[in-house]
């Protein structure tokens, strides 16, 4: 399990926030220090890999939230400004 786990923190810093359309400045994160934050009501976690990478993978950080990377308009204002919001 916790080598599930590393992994999937792991996707954070390989994918580290996907695209810099979200913006070029966007902090990032190591995976020691979310899995810190992890159990933080004030985390959320948002699982935004395409397609076959999200369906066909048998790693997915707990409590993550999945949304459409494509639909960034749909989502994006749902979720509080005063979290830190983790995208992988």
Same mark, same amino acid.
């Given at each position: 399990?916790?080598?599930?786990?590393?992994?999937?923190?792991?996707?954070?810093?390989?994918?580290?926030?996907?695209? $810099?359309?979200?913006?070029?400045?966007? $902090?990032?994160?190591?995976?020691?220090?979310?899995?810190?934050?992890?159990?933080?009501?004030?985390?959320?976690?948002?699982?935004?890999?395409?397609?076959?990478?999200?369906?066909?993978?048998?790693?997915?950080?707990?409590?993550?939230?999945?949304?459409?990377?494509?639909?960034?308009?749909?989502?994006?204002?749902?979720? $509080?400004?005063?979290?830190?919001?983790?995208?992988?």
């Amino acid at each position: 399990m916790m080598k599930l786990l590393c992994f999937s923190i792991s996707l954070v810093i390989i994918i580290g926030y996907i695209t $810099p359309a979200f913006s070029a400045d966007a $902090p990032r994160m190591t995976k020691e220090e979310l899995m810190a934050l992890l159990g933080n009501p004030d985390l959320i976690i948002i699982d935004v890999r395409y397609g076959s990478s999200w369906t066909g993978s048998d790693s997915k950080i707990k409590g993550a939230v999945r949304e459409d990377p494509e639909d960034l308009k749909s989502w994006v204002d749902k979720y $509080p400004k005063d979290k830190t919001i983790v995208l992988y």
